[in-house]
T-cell receptor, first 110, second 116 residues
């Protein structure tokens, strides 16, 4: 079945770039997503990429998609304390239902 | 602003005492979802409504039920909460057209359920 995997933790210094990685299994996924969840809050769609794209950039966020390796990454430039959150990678199944990774907790060091 | 609203944000119930969580939306989306999220885990889809059609996930316990009286509101009923049902419950919406789903889901802030 479909599976999405990501590291559980990432620690970076404030001002550095953060790169959160994700691998997925369903090569037929049309969209791949990054959601952000701050402590005690709901999920916020951060960005998404269509499967026929290799890269998408939105201000400080860069998403890279390697379809051959089924690898998705999220780069956050100039990481700030407000970026502290759990970042979930997700893909869609054939019914556009979300298949979630376990989430990567981004820890910002001063 | 259009949004997904969940009430209450925090709910405490006793073991075995029925509890209802509510979700409302002003987005006029025809698809509504309920997810369960336990600490440090990914959200787990419990069920969803596509218009009035109810879709239950195969592994959703019978203890969980849902009602959708109209487009705007959806309820999650837990008939006999156990300690293992303590979690964050997330409501989400999306737009469906001609039986297909939109790629984007909009989430509410969640209700944290504690079972004592």
């Amino acid at each position: 079945g479909e599976d999405v995997e990501q590291s559980l933790f990432l620690s970076v210094r404030e001002g550095d770039s953060s790169v959160i990685n994700c691998t997925y299994t369903d090569s037929s996924s049309t969209y791949l997503y990054w959601y952000k969840q701050e402590p005690g809050a709901g999920l916020q769609l951060l960005t998404y990429i269509f499967s026929n794209m290799d890269m998408k950039q939105d201000q400080r966020l860069t998403v890279l998609l390697n379809k051959k390796d089924k690898h998705l990454s999220l780069r956050i430039a100039d990481t700030q304390t407000g970026d502290s959150a759990i970042y979930f990678c997700a893909e869609t199944d054939s019914n556009y239902q979300l298949i979630w990774g376990a989430g990567t907790k981004l820890i910002i060091k001063p | 602003d259009a949004m997904v609203i969940q009430n209450p944000r925090y709910q405490v119930t006793q073991f075995g005492k029925p509890v209802t969580l509510s979700c409302s939306q002003t987005l006029n989306h025809n698809v509504m979802y309920w997810y369960q999220q336990k600490s440090s885990q990914a959200p787990k889809l419990l069920f969803h409504y596509y218009d009035k059609d109810f879709n239950n996930e195969a592994d959703t316990p019978d203890n969980f039920q849902s009602r959708r009286p109209n487009t705007s509101f959806c309820f999650l009923d837990i008939r006999s909460p156990g300690l293992g049902d303590a979690a964050m419950y997330l409501c989400a919406t999306s737009r469906g057209t001609s039986g297909r789903y939109s790629y984007e889901q909009y989430f509410g802030p969640g209700t944290r359920l504690t079972v004592t």
